[in-house]
């Protein structure tokens, strides 16, 4: 279920990663165990919480995985050895990706 859950933003960052933003209204729990964000089949696990807050999560993602993910897959978050909860967050739309910054 995804009621309360967003897709915050998509954005190119350096080292040809993209970051993927995303809230929720039930937080995540601080477990010991890392956060995987599943989008069809693309997995990341590198990730943090802006300012501690366990409401929010950033992914950071290769860019090539981004691009190898479909428009439309599903974007999950779960654990990565436990599957007590999962968070939905609808379907990938890549054309949220913001634009690069121009120096």
Do not use: C
Not at 52 to 64: E, K, N, Q, T, Y
Not at 86 to 95: E, T, Y
């Amino acid at each position: 279920m995804s009621d309360g859950n967003t897709l915050v933003a998509l954005r190119p960052i350096d080292g040809g990663r993209v970051e993927i933003e995303l809230a929720t209204h039930t937080a995540f729990q601080a477990l010991d165990d890392q956060l995987v964000l599943e989008i069809g089949d693309v997995r990341a696990s590198w990730s943090r919480h802006p300012d501690g807050d366990l409401s929010r999560v950033i992914f950071s993602v290769p860019m090539a995985d981004f691009v190898a993910a479909r428009d439309g897959d599903a974007l999950r978050v779960r654990y990565a050895t436990h599957d007590i909860r999962q968070w939905r967050f609808g379907a990938l739309d890549k054309s949220r990706l913001a634009p690069r910054d121009q120096p």
